[in-house]
């Protein structure tokens, strides 16, 4: 408690200091910005008023070069001249003076006398009504220069006049003598006051009426007045000063502006119509610099603070971790010493020669020494004699190294008794670096070693049998086949499974069962040779590794020697029932076994076994109670097969497949009656292959379902093609055994063929082998039937080549018959292929079946088949399978040149 209050009050008086030099930080550079800001404004007041001085002085010359014009007319007036030649006089003035837009005369009744521009003679020629008339007449003073209000001139430009009277021969009012100022003359002037953007000057008469302005893009507010209640003009008026500076809204700019402003009271010149200057400039650009001074000032003044605060919180950090540590270090050396005291794990602290110095409590209760016996003695009394000299080397050279060690030690109890311990080793050092002792900590581990060991007998040992299980016979194996390949000896892998022993758990009780694993396991290994393995696989499988032989045949006895094992009658308990069941004195077991050879099967341990397993299967199917050897070659076969399906399914995928057509034909008639789709296989490496070439390998096999699919599908979108060449011709393809018998081969059907709707159903015929109806040939005539009802018809191909062609004639709804090739292709030299040609094409009569020949080779062939009845055909003699974009020339060419009706 008391350490937090110092810590508080000291962080408050920090704090406190640094609020006190922030506020005077803040105070002198307030002082230091206000006397810019003071020095800002006066020099932009004296730049404005030295503005409004320049333009009055400018103001001053031109009205004196003005008055003395005004005075030389008025002296080429009393001395009488012609008006032609005061005409003349003023227009040669008016061209010397480009102040002056015009000059004129009037008489005492306003009436032109003369002007320097007699083209606007008739326009001027009374301007009695004019302020500049009447106020000189009004109050008529010799050399008083009297300067009107603004007024719009005929060109529409605002304009002054400066006039003066002129006097008759006795002194009275005889006329005024005037010059109108051309306000663009002193645009100029105006401008160049301008010393910054958005400042306006302009020039305004004694009433407020501004005459002149710049900028030009502030023209409009010519005309004008900044007059007003309590405008800065009328304070200016009430002040009766000279010149006066404002800040504040302005009027004619609507915005907020510091202006000067200037009274101009010239010699001669009428103190009732004065002339006034106003400069201005927009505050914000007044002040501009000292914003920005504001902005730079005060973000370095504030980044210094933050950088100040900053500082002074790491500092108070620094202090709070400080005080927490000095907490900590008193702590932890309270914490350290009830450790120490009553920690569960032992620990011994040495000096550098290994004597022990200081122990804990359960020091004692592990290792039997009291404290004030184990004080002083040397380390080494809790040897055991475990280990070696070279484990204690190692031990010192990882701490002398690394500063630790961490392991398991057998160490010897006080009573003489071994235990295991895990212990870590650290040495302690000082600050430079220097061991000045080492600290052990160790906890007894004999109950998890043993607890341990007793896991890795449950990881790999039967439960049942205490046999090596599937893991270690894994690895067991694997040692046993490198041992073979380094000594270039051979082993035997033999998988054995008990045939009945399923009926015995049902019949006889699983105790029963259980019995009879443990005699065969105990009967097995009585007929093993020393270096044998015997292991169980699990269930009632057991698997044999036999090593020492030379020869395959050798092993042959060994297997038998197995098989009589099991076959040993096994006593069982008497007197137990089952159910209904008595339980038998004795069993009779018999063993299925398959066989696999290392090296003859140089495969890894896992396949080696899997091997055997496969072989032992084959017992399994050969009758049991018998045993088989693993054939290489046969299942070299199956994994060739299965890499030919993938390879299949890839090419499918990809697109390798083409439908090439053979022509059929009336051979009477000489028409083509339609094409037989025939698929071939453009391999990428083995080029154009025929059907015989792959279509074996894939049958009977789920992908021969999607491939029939292809076929049809490209054969629609073929007969789609030749339709709008021209060519209408029907075409057959031939359907697999397997797609005909799948459920929903017609359904399967109806989409391929809604999705060619310019496809009429009937163009399209299905060939099926007769020996794909073997099976169940109620359901493939069923399937037949929901496809022709699609509008599909049916042939069967190779037509007496089956087992029972007239069952097959009678309930398979078939439009048309096949005669197989081999029948056609002999019938000329041999009477028994002829014999069935003429039965198949009567029987096709006699059911009202049409019938095609295929195998037609010659013109022979197709002679002996016109005779006998057999007007359809499809062979070589006619063409040989061609690419769809080949058959509609070869059409016409036919037609041209068909051999049977020349």
Same mark, same amino acid.
């Given at each position: 408690m008391k350490t937090v209050t110092r810590t508080f009050t000291y962080i408050q008086q920090q704090w406190l200091v640094f609020v006190l030099v922030t506020l005077v930080v803040i105070g002198a550079l307030s002082g230091i910005l206000y006397d810019r800001r003071l020095t800002i404004t006066l020099i932009e007041q004296q730049r404005l008023l030295s503005a409004t001085l320049v333009v009055e002085s400018s103001l001053e010359r031109n009205l004196k070069s003005i008055s003395q014009a005004l005075r030389n007319v008025e002296s080429q007036i009393s001395k009488g001249v012609s008006e032609k030649e005061l005409n003349n006089h003023l227009s040669f003035v008016d061209e010397a003076m480009p102040m002056v837009q015009l000059l004129l005369a009037v008489d005492a009744n306003g009436r032109l006398r003369a002007t320097s521009q007699t083209d606007l003679y008739s326009s001027l020629i009374n301007i009695s009504e004019q302020d500049y008339f009447r106020s000189v007449k009004e109050r008529p003073s010799a050399d008083i220069l009297f300067i009107s209000p603004p007024f719009k001139t005929t060109t529409g430009a605002y304009s002054v006049a400066v006039s003066r009277m002129l006097s008759g021969s006795n002194g009275k009012f005889a006329g005024v003598v005037a010059a109108l100022m051309d306000p663009t003359y002193f645009h100029s002037l105006l401008n160049s006051v301008l010393y910054a953007p958005n400042m306006v000057a302009e020039v305004h008469h004694g009433n407020g009426t501004v005459f002149l302005l710049a900028p030009l893009e502030k023209s409009a507010l010519i005309g004008q007045t900044i007059a007003g209640p309590n405008s800065y003009f009328s304070q200016a008026a009430k002040s009766a000063q000279i010149e006066n500076v404002y800040s504040g809204p302005m009027p004619l700019t609507s915005d907020v502006r510091m202006l000067a402003l200037r009274e101009a009271r010239f010699t001669n010149l009428h103190p009732n119509y004065p002339l006034g200057v106003m400069v201005s400039r927009p505050l914000n650009d007044v002040y501009a610099p000292w914003w920005r001074d504001v902005g730079a000032v005060g973000g370095a003044t504030l980044g210094v603070l933050l950088m100040m605060a900053f500082a002074l919180m790491s500092h108070q950090a620094n202090y709070r971790h400080f005080l927490a540590n000095e907490e900590l270090s008193k702590s932890r050396l309270q914490r350290a010493a009830s450790v120490f005291s009553n920690a569960s794990e032992g620990i011994l602290i040495t000096d550098l020669t290994g004597c022990l110095i200081d122990v804990n409590d359960a020091f004692t209760v592990i290792t039997g020494y009291s404290r004030d016996e184990a004080l002083g003695k040397k380390n080494c009394v809790l040897k055991s004699g475990h280990h070696d000299s070279a484990f204690y080397a190692a031990m010192w050279r990882d701490i002398t190294t690394h500063g630790h060690w961490s392991g398991e030690v057998w160490n010897q109890h006080k009573n003489g008794q071994v235990y295991a311990h895990a212990m870590n080793i650290n040495a302690v050092l000082d600050e430079a670096g220097v061991t000045q002792h080492y600290v052990a900590l160790f906890s007894d581990i004999s109950a998890s070693k043993l607890h341990q060991s007793e896991l890795e007998y449950i990881a790999h040992y039967d439960a049942l049998t205490g046999l090596p299980n599937r893991l270690l016979l894994r690895q067991e194996l694997r040692l046993a086949i490198d041992n073979c390949r380094q000594n270039q000896q051979m082993l035997a892998v033999l998988y054995l499974d008990l045939d009945n022993l399923k009926t015995i758990n049902d019949t006889y009780g699983y105790e029963n069962g259980d019995a009879v694993l443990l005699a065969v396991s105990a009967n097995l290994k009585s007929v093993l040779r020393e270096g044998d393995i015997l292991a169980r696989a699990g269930g009632d499988e057991f698997v044999a590794v036999l090593m020492g032989q030379t020869q395959t045949d050798d092993y042959f006895s060994s297997i038998q020697g197995l098989l009589a094992a099991v076959a040993l009658p096994i006593k069982l308990a008497t007197g137990m029932a089952v159910g209904a069941v008595q339980t038998p004195s004795a069993l009779h077991m018999s063993a299925s076994i398959g066989v696999s050879f290392f090296p003859q099967d140089d495969v890894d341990a896992d396949t080696l076994a899997r091997h055997a397993y496969q072989a032992m299967s084959m017992a399994k199917q050969a009758g049991k109670n018998c045993y088989r050897l693993f054939d290489v070659a046969i299942d070299a076969s199956i994994q060739n097969k299965q890499v030919a399906l993938q390879q299949f399914s890839a090419a499918l995928t990809a697109n390798e497949f083409v439908l090439y057509y053979q022509p059929k034909v009336n051979m009477r008639t000489g028409k083509v009656i339609g094409a037989e789709a025939l698929i071939r296989w453009m391999h990428p490496e083995k080029g154009l292959l025929p059907p015989a070439a792959f279509l074996p390998e894939i049958e009977g096999q789920p992908v021969s379902i999607a491939l029939g699919e292809w076929v049809i599908d490209t054969a629609l979108t073929q007969i789609t093609a030749w339709h709008s060449q021209g060519l209408v011709l029907p075409v057959s393809v031939n359907i697999a055994g397997l797609q005909l018998e799948q459920a929903d081969?017609?359904?399967?059907?109806?989409?391929?063929?809604?999705?060619?709707?310019?496809?009429?159903?009937?163009?399209?015929?299905?060939?099926?082998?007769? @020996?794909? +109806? %073997? !099976? &169940?040939?109620?359901?493939?005539?069923?399937?037949?039937?929901?496809?022709?009802? $699609?509008?599909? @018809?049916? +042939? %069967? !191909? &190779?037509?007496?080549?089956?087992?029972?062609?007239?069952?097959?004639?009678?309930? $398979?709804?078939?439009?048309?018959?096949?005669? &197989?090739?081999?029948?056609?292709?002999?019938?000329?030299?041999?009477?028994?292929? $002829?014999?069935?040609?003429?039965?198949?094409?009567?029987?096709?009569?006699?059911?009202?079946?049409?019938?095609?020949?295929?195998?037609?080779?010659?013109?022979?062939?197709?002679?002996?088949?016109?005779?006998?009845?057999?007007?359809?055909?499809?062979?070589?003699?006619?063409?040989?399978?061609?690419?769809?974009?080949?058959?509609?020339?070869?059409?016409?060419?036919?037609?041209?040149?068909a051999i049977w009706t020349a």
């Open positions: 081969f017609p359904e399967r059907l109806g989409v391929l063929l809604a999705a060619h709707p310019e496809v009429t159903p009937y163009s399209l015929r299905l060939e099926i082998l007769e @020996t794909s +109806a %073997l !099976d &169940d040939i109620t359901k493939v005539s069923a399937t037949m039937r929901a496809c022709q009802a $699609l509008g599909v @018809t049916f +042939a %069967l !191909d &190779d037509f007496g080549t089956g087992y029972s062609s007239l069952t097959y004639l009678k309930h $398979l709804p078939a439009e048309m018959l096949k005669i &197989d090739q081999s029948f056609v292709r002999n019938m000329t030299e041999q009477a028994g292929d $002829l014999a069935i040609v003429q039965g198949v094409i009567s029987l096709a009569n006699v059911f009202q079946r049409d019938v095609i020949a295929e195998g037609v080779e010659t013109k022979s062939h197709g002679d002996l088949l016109l005779s006998i009845g057999c007007d359809l055909a499809q062979g070589y003699g006619i063409a040989r399978p061609m690419p769809a974009e080949a058959m509609q020339t070869w059409v016409k060419s036919w037609q041209e040149k």
